[in-house]
């Protein structure tokens, strides 16, 4: 996980590989990062900021 801005905005960049990838039929590397807004930050019981994420979700 990596905090990255881009024009101003906070996003967490994740990589996710694809199964092609992790069998070895794609090269390593090749699927692209998922990028998710961060729309705040909570204190964990710790005391360490903890991001919060503007996923929404589905309702079925």
Avoid: C, D, H
């Avoid at 996003?11 to 992790?22: G, N, Q």
């Amino acid at each position: 996980m990596k905090i990255i801005e881009i024009n101003g905005k906070e996003y967490i960049e994740e990589r996710f590989p694809s199964v092609a990838e992790v069998m070895g039929l794609a090269p390593k590397g090749s699927t692209l990062p998922q990028l998710f807004p961060i729309v705040g930050y909570a204190e964990s019981p710790s005391g360490k900021l903890v991001p919060m994420l503007g996923i929404k979700m589905r309702e079925e």
